[in-house]
């Protein structure tokens, strides 16, 4: 053959499609027959709170002491308005217990700016009874609600107002249960129940000054929500005091509202002062407080605080870099703190805010670390020193539940799958049994203890829908807490459409799920929608039916959409989570783009010249870098809530991933969505909330100004008055009517007419 033709040849074959690998893609390869999109979907998403209202709030289940009520907070399944309910253990009978109506005679309920900000932090967005405290006799209640203080008695819902300052804000009762302590305007105070005679325990609260109270970035990145802590004795409080001096101060207003003064707050910016913290030991009775003394100014993160019976007061500190982290036991009236134990990590030390958990008599504690490469459980004697490790090195350890001393167990949620969490139990004797994993099949499973060793609420979120289970340590089934929870249309349907699998390189092989439409069939073409969040606190791929919910009316109008897990996201190991040092945005968005590219080969019916990409928070930062840096993979981006400029957001997240903005200049130019602006070529929506305190509204602004001057066309939804979270159900419902439009015009390349009814 001449050699003319043979070249010819070969240049042909290269450009001719590669045949796509069908045995390894995960989509049906058989016709589904089912309906399509339920055009009542968005209105019933908005009105349920994306289906969450009338569910059991896991953080308020309360067990009491004898094991035979669990106590719950529930709402309805359209009803933000949360109320007090109790089971009967043992013959499973729910009865309701108190309304917010009946505390208030019907009043409405008001709420401080600290309160607001605070249910911010928690992402809390319910009324009604938002907290309560079940005392130590199991038979008393401490329900806050409107700055107000009610003291419930379980058994026949009688109740008292207690007499104090208002508004009093995190109000908590003592061990003992004959005290309550608060906060009032930035200083704390304590009640005595039986007399009502009250006690101010600090005085000099002011506008850079509080008393009692956790600062912005314990509540938003450390999950650390109190500022006060009882010892174990009810004699005395530890307390937190904040000085905001020498901060920088941020305006958060509502432009629709300019009448009204903006809210001026001490933002700490990376790089840029923190919140000044400093913790005291006072007399419940009031008196002098004592000092605890650490190096604060190179330890000066407060990240956890521990006061258990004959243990000692111990706090978890971290250096501002987050490389190192101490635990510090604070003994005698010195109120010196000393060292017990350290961690270090070249990268950043993850918190786990259920550390350290004491024995009984301060014998020793439990304690996590990352120090072999892996999430690893152990115990540690009294002065600190290694025992030995509970679990094995590869048990994909997630979180405790409970500790059982008498029997020698401990309840921990782990899995080796980053997609799924079981319920196992572990001896924390050398010679115990062996582990015994409680939970059987795919889902993501977690547990609620109390005082009582005997029984427990189990959460079971499947892909057959979410159950809440009271069980006896030995597994028996005792009773169903009910849940008011509406699900949509299509729930039944979705274990046919939703498919799990891997991709990439055994390195770094991915979790992916795909969700096909319920009317799929193989034969025909589909453009694709990647739901991203990509970051370093949460992960997208888990194998329950509600976390799909939008995703499934997404694909309804003919679409696959995709979610991926690449480095730098968490339940895998710590080589895994900390290749991200230093630039969050380039091995992250390698993996989505290689994993998208990879499903395309191995399914022939994907199209991959019409792929869309949207996410909220990190993952509307993410959609943002996509559209900008991988124009080539992806064609259309919507970035919800986005952080653009890393030297914007706050300290304690941005420092502990990028490190400080003046040691890794080149770091934060690379992760600066504004240093892309100019690539754009593909359709942009961005969307972000007007009074957003978390992700600043500059940054939405930031990013269409920089577009704007690049000359390069976009689109802006500004979302008036709204934070971070959108909880209203109209501008819910026209909020993913208008994303999915854009998708259909800007992915598809279709008229939206039909799209924006459904958001109508």
Known sequence: MPTKLCLALFVLLLALPVAADETNCPLPRTALGGGGPDPDFLAQYGSTYRFRMGQPL???????????????????????????????????????LLTADALLGGGNQTMTAEERARRERMRMVSRGITSFELGPDGETLLVPLSGRVFLVARRNGEFRELKLPTPAEDPRLSPDGKKVAFVHRGDLYVITVGSGEVRRLTDDADAATTNGLAEFVAQEEMSRYRGFWWSPDSRELVYQKTRTTGMETLNISDPTHPEKAPDVRPYPRAGKANAQVQLGIVPATGGATRWIEWDRNAYPYLATVTWTEDAPLTLLVQNRRQTEELLLAVHGPSAKARVIH??????????????????ARGSGFLWTTEREGYRQFEIRNRNGMLRHSITPLHPGYRQLHHLDETRGLVYVSASPDPTQAHLHRFSIRTDGPEPVRLTRGSGVHSAYFGASDEVFVQQSRTMQGTRFTIRHVDGEELAEIASKAEVPSFA????????????????????????????????????????????????????????????????????????????????????????????????????????????????????????????????????????????????????????????????????????????????????????????????????HGTSDDNVLFTHALKMANALFRSGKPFEFLPLSGFTHIVPDPLVSRRLYGRMLGFFETHVKGRAVGEIEKQGS
């Open 492 to 687: 039944g349907e979705m274990e046919r459409t939703t498919r799990f699998s891997r991709v990439g390189p055994r390195e770094r092989s991915m979790p992916v799920v795909t969700i096909v439409p319920r009317s799929y069939d193989p034969k025909k073409t589909y453009p694709v929608i990647v739901h991203v969040y990509g970051g370093p606190t949460s992960v997208m791929v888990q194998q329950y039916r509600s976390r799909y919910y939008l995703d499934q009316w997404i694909a309804d109008h003919g679409y696959v959409v995709v979610s991926i897990d690449g480095r730098g996201t968490p339940n895998r190991n710590r080589a895994w989570q900390r290749a991200v040092k230093h630039d969050l945005i380039e091995l992250p968005l390698q993996d989505q783009a290689d994993a998208v590219v990879e499903l395309g080969k191995r399914c022939a019916n994907l199209d991959m010249q019409r792929v869309g990409i949207y996410g909220w928070s990190f993952g509307g930062y993410f959609s943002a870098m996509a559209a900008m840096r991988r124009p080539d993979v992806f064609h259309a981006g919507v970035a919800g809530a986005p952080v653009t400029d890393w030297a914007d957001y706050d300290t304690h997240y941005t420092e502990r991933y990028m490190g400080l903005p003046q040691e890794n200049v080149a770091g934060y130019r690379a992760a600066n969505v504004l240093t892309y602006a100019e690539q754009l070529e593909r359709p942009l929506l961005i969307i």
């Open 58 to 96: 896991t953080r308020s289940l309360r067990i009491t002491p004898d094991g035979g009520k669990v106590l719950f907070l529930r709402s309805g399944g359209r009803n933000f308005e949360n109320r007090l309910y109790e089971i009967d253990v043992a013959g499973g009978s729910e009865r309701e």
């Open 342 to 359: 350290a961690e270090t990590d070249d990268a950043w030390v993850d918190l786990d805010q259920s550390m350290p958990r004491w024995f």
